[in-house]
């Protein structure tokens, strides 16, 4: 898997990722995915991150920005497709 | 304005491209030595539809003409906003980004939606589409300038990225087998 922006959140990221892919390919697309099982795992690498590398980079500015530009995507894509 | 726009179909089924597009920027892939880190932003299942919401931060670094670093400043150093949506109903994943940085000079607006093939059963369809405009002021020939070097610079990463990513794919289907191998005589073993 890729690094984290952040190095020192380079471990917390791995164990969520490997988490995810688990999660990912094993029940989400077989259907059979309730909830999204590695949340807690999740929050601890966004504490990670927020807290460190968006704020001190500036990046929180340039992310609030490109959020409100993809606002149509979302009303597009979270409409389900044809099935 | 510049549009790009391309298809593929990956000898791979739907369910293995969509796995393996969250671990394309891996080690295994030599051809986006350009992405620096790829970072989740957040992640969120809708309890009704069960499409999969996903919002990531890219880090790039690639090297850029002289006279653009003078225009848009000299930091190599980029960062692309992207949000995709897995249907797994439907089996369609669509992914949107665009640049964040240099944003206010020039927009790189790209999608990107992986179905499965109606050409070959168990293959994966392709479609990738990329808005480049740029918004600098000046003259016309300079945003024609910048438009042009984007497009040229966005066509060869997509084919870098095509490359890179069906390495990963093959690798990732020889783990597997190699693991269902392992298996396989593991149980072998037990019953013998």
Known sequence: ?83 | MRIFASQHEFAYSWEEVSTNNWRKYCAHNDKASHVLAVDTLSRSLDATTHILRTERLITCRQSMPQWVKRIMGSDDTSYVYEVSYVDAQAKRVTMCSQNMTWSELLQVQEKVVYTPSVEAEGHTRFEQSARIIALCGGWQKIKNSIEEISLERFRQNAAKGREGFERVLEISRQVFAQQREEARQQREGVAA
Do not use: H
């Open chain 1, 1 to 83: 898997m890729s690094a984290s922006l952040a190095p020192e959140c380079n471990d917390v990221k791995e164990r969520y990722d490997t988490c995810f892919l688990k999660w990912y390919s094993e029940k989400y697309l077989r259907n059979t995915a309730a909830t999204d099982e590695c949340e807690p795992l999740f929050g601890q690498y966004k504490t990670c991150l927020t807290k460190k590398a968006l704020k001190e980079r500036g990046i929180d500015q340039m992310l609030e920005d490109a959020k409100a530009d993809n606002k149509e995507n979302d009303a597009e894509y979270m409409k389900p497709s044809a099935r």
